[in-house]
């Protein structure tokens, strides 16, 4: 399932009241590094507008963290956890250019919930996001780190 639908399933199962307290909280800071949403461009949004709004403005992994951290915060820990395993289950349709991975800064609350790019990942930004690469140190010999910055 590709990762807009994911969300868009999870969000189904907020009742009226929910899926607003859901919409403020996208307007408010919820992980590191991400700029909230500006409240005119979810004023009046229903789940699917909110969803796209959320893939616009972080990226599909991005968006899948925050939509989990702002269910913890509002007690649907099921539904959460639910959707994290479903992300990281694989569920998601397969790779295609449209679908960007985006990474959060380790130092977030992110880093937590285990959405991290595996190694050997693409990483993409697209617009005004910011990427936060985890620091590399230390010695050991016979390991290389490749690193490709494109702009565009």
């Given at each position: 399932m590709q990762v807009p639908l994911l969300i868009l399933d999870t969000l189904d199962g907020l009742g009226t009241d929910d899926f607003k307290r859901f919409r403020w909280n996208l307007t408010q800071p919820v992980l590191d590094g991400c700029q909230p949403i500006r409240k005119?461009?979810?004023?009046?949004?229903?789940?699917?507008?909110?969803?796209?709004?959320?893939?616009?403005?972080?990226?599909?992994?991005?968006?899948?963290?925050?939509?989990?951290?702002?269910?913890?915060?509002?007690?649907?820990?099921?539904?959460?956890?639910?959707?994290?395993?479903?992300?990281?289950?694989?569920?998601?349709?397969?790779?295609?250019a449209a679908q960007n991975t985006h990474a959060t800064p380790p130092s977030s609350s992110s880093s937590s919930l285990g959405l991290t790019p595996a190694a050997g990942a693409s990483v993409c930004a697209q617009g005004k996001s910011v990427i936060v690469a985890p620091n590399i140190s230390g010695t050991s010999s016979g390991v290389s780190i490749n690193m490709n910055i494109n702009t565009q």
């Open positions: 005119g461009h979810l004023e009046n949004a229903d789940k699917q507008d909110t969803v796209s709004r959320m893939i616009d403005s972080y990226g599909e992994e991005t968006a899948v963290n925050i939509t989990v951290e702002i269910l913890r915060r509002m007690n649907h820990n099921n539904a959460a956890q639910k959707l994290k395993q479903a992300y990281a289950g694989g569920s998601t349709g397969g790779s295609t």
